[in-house]
T-cell receptor, first 114, second 112 residues
Framework: EPEVTQTPSHQVTQMGQEVILRCVPI?????FYWYRQILGQKVEFLVS????????KSEIFDDQFSVERPDGSNFTLKIRSTKLEDSAMYFC????????????FGPGTRLTVT | SQKIEQNSEALNIQEGKTATLTCNYT??????LQWYRQDPGRGPVFLLL?????KEKRKERLKVTFDTTLKQSLFHITASQPADSATYLC???????????FGSGTRLLVRP
């Protein structure tokens, strides 16, 4: 069964450094998302991406964040100048089409900022 | 803004019983309400979706109801098993903003 994959599974970085989290969505899916989950808290929407552009973003998704689909398979989240409070699990998700709303999540990348 | 409330206390039940989890929301009704399962350190896994014009949806041992008057969804697992132990997340799809908003989840523990 096709699945969303994410790399790395765990990333440790120093405050102020840039990180890139990578995702490979399911191949025939058209809509892509990033979420984050701080330990013990709820899953929070960050950004949605369709047709090579951002379609919606949350207040969390400020200028520190950017997303890209550099080729036909990868979807990346870049966090510039990381802060301690960026430490969280970051989940990528994808869904098939405009009328199919269930999302398929990857296993997540645990980001630890020290 | 839309708020979603799920019981933050863990639900502890005996194997074989029916687990019932509640999701309440404020403000306007979503177009779709979804339920996901999340195991520790893993991503959410989609379980069921119910549309605003549907009252009930079933899939194997799972049942979801949706009451737009009460602004509430109930999620039932019948004949529960220890393997059903996980956190269950309610999520609302808002057509107005094209995003999924999650509740904080309810942890279910099924004792053998």
């Amino acid at each position: 069964e096709p699945e969303v994959t994410q790399t790395p599974s765990h990333q440790v970085t120093q405050m102020g450094q840039e990180v890139i989290l990578r995702c490979v969505p399911i191949s025939n899916h058209l809509y892509f998302y990033w979420y984050r989950q701080i330990l013990g808290q709820k899953v929070e929407f960050l950004v949605s991406f369709y047709n090579n552009e951002i379609s919606e973003k949350s207040e969390i998704f400020d200028d520190q964040f950017s997303v890209e689909r550099p080729d036909g398979s990868n979807f990346t989240l870049k966090i510039r100048s990381t802060k301690l409070e960026d430490s969280a699990m970051y989940f990528c998700a994808s869904r098939q089409s405009g009328t199919v709303y269930e999302q398929y999540f990857g296993p997540g990348t645990r980001l630890t900022v020290t | 803004s839309q708020k979603i409330e799920q019981n933050s206390e863990a639900l502890n039940i005996q194997e074989g019983k029916t687990a019932t989890l509640t999701c309440n929301y404020t403000n306007y009704s979503p177009a779709y309400l979804q339920w996901y399962r999340q195991d520790p350190g893993r991503g959410p896994v989609f379980l069921l979706l119910i549309r605003e014009n549907e009252k009930e949806k079933r899939k194997e041992r799972l049942k979801v109801t949706f009451d737009t008057t009460l602004k509430q969804s109930l999620f039932h697992i019948t004949a529960s098993q220890p393997a059903d132990s996980a956190t269950y997340l309610c999520a609302l799809w808002m057509d107005s903003s094209y995003k999924l908003i999650f509740g904080s989840g309810t942890r279910l523990l099924v004792r053998p």
